[in-house]
């Protein structure tokens, strides 16, 4: 199970950190992804770290912007969201993959578990 939090309200240029804290015991195993969906869209990969923590990958759009970590010892895993624009406008999903060999899967359907979402709104 997967519960995100973190999200809110933010002008243009803020920042906002989003967390999605993990149950179970395997977590250190999986691949941890942040996607995100806004309103009449398809949902989009945002980034995506490492079982090890050691790689990560980012969508182009959030690239320099954004950045993912995780700590093991918690079970969460983080998505620190600098400079925000009005078009990151979206409700964020946590999603955990079993397979913590591959390398880190930008696709939805490669992920086997989500969170429920938490929204982020950027006022312009």
């Known amino acids: 199970q997967l519960v995100e939090s973190g999200g809110g309200l933010v002008q243009a240029g803020g920042s906002l950190r989003l967390s999605c804290a993990a149950s179970?015991?395997?977590?250190?195993?999986?691949?941890m992804g942040w996607f995100r969906q806004a309103p009449g869209n398809e949902r989009e990969f945002v980034g995506g770290?490492?079982?090890?923590?050691?790689?990560?990958y980012y969508a182009d759009s959030v690239k320099g912007r954004f950045a993912i970590s995780r700590d093991n010892a918690k079970n969460t895993v983080y998505l620190q969201m600098n400079s925000l624009k009005s078009e990151d406008t979206a409700v964020y999903y946590c999603?955990?993959?079993?397979?913590?060999?591959?390398?880190?899967?930008?696709?939805?359907?490669?992920?086997?578990?989500w969170g429920q979402g938490t929204q982020v709104t950027i006022s312009s």
């Open positions: 770290i490492s079982a090890s923590g050691y790689t990560a």
């Open positions: 999603a955990g993959r079993w397979n913590s060999l591959a390398k880190v899967a930008t696709t939805s359907g490669d992920y086997n578990y």
């Open positions: 179970g015991r395997a977590f250190s195993q999986h691949q």
